[in-house]
């Protein structure tokens, strides 16, 4: 147990669907990422929240939505996925640019 | 950017056998992270170190800032030590884990 939780672990979704991945960190950190890792490729970041401002969008597409309601909540939005968007997607959160620590990850898979 | 480099790919060992994984960077760093991914997908931190070395339990963390290099050990390994160990250094010189960049990962099995 990390502290961070993330729901659901599994997700199948279609091209057309609208769904969401959420993420709540119970450590009292100021600051939480989103992560993508697909097959065989190193994790690659894509957003930053520090205090709930979006501080780093890592060049990731708009269908791609994240929204950080509080410093304990993130959600990361997915409208209009692509098949290469199957991917593990890991939320992690850290006080200041400490330690990170993860979630166990939801993986999505996009038919 | 800092690029990093991490070898071997894929170490496959014998129950008890001493293991080292290494890791190289390109860019002086402020601290080096070593994390722990279980099959499941779930990623531990194991270590977030600047200077010299840390021990917890049976792995000790090495690095040495001037060569940009450091190595994660583990003694008296065990199957439940069978993971992907991946590190990661700040993408950027005064960077923070606010932009962490990763290695590929070591893809380790231990056998009993």
């Known amino acids: 147990e990390t502290g961070v939780t993330q729901t659901p672990r599994h997700l199948v979704m279609g091209m057309t669907n609208k769904k969401s991945l959420k993420c709540e960190q119970h450590?009292?950190?100021?600051?939480m990422y989103w992560y993508k890792q697909s097959a065989k490729k190193p994790l690659e970041l894509m957003f930053v929240y520090n205090f709930k401002e979006q501080t780093e969008n890592n060049s990731v597409p708009s269908r791609f939505s994240p929204e950080c309601p509080n410093s304990s909540h993130l959600f990361l939005h997915l409208h209009t996925l692509q098949p290469e968007d199957s991917a593990l997607y890991l939320c992690a959160s850290s006080q200041d640019r400490g330690e990170l620590f993860f979630g166990e990850g939801s993986r999505l898979t996009v038919l | 950017k800092n690029e990093v480099e991490q070898s071997p790919q894929n170490l496959t060992a014998q129950e008890g056998e001493f293991i080292t994984i290494n890791c190289s960077y390109s860019v002086g760093i402020s601290a080096l992270h070593w994390l722990q991914q279980h099959p499941g997908g779930g990623i531990v931190s194991l270590f977030m170190l600047s200077s010299g070395k840390k021990k917890h339990g049976r792995l000790i963390a090495t690095i040495n800032i001037q060569e940009k290099h450091s190595s994660l050990h583990i003694t008296a390994s065990h199957p439940r030590d069978s993971a992907v160990y991946i590190c990661a250094v700040p993408m950027y010189s005064g960077g923070g884990a606010d932009g962490l960049t990763f290695g590929k990962g070591t893809h380790l099995i231990i056998q009993p």
């Open positions: 450590l009292g950190h100021n600051a």
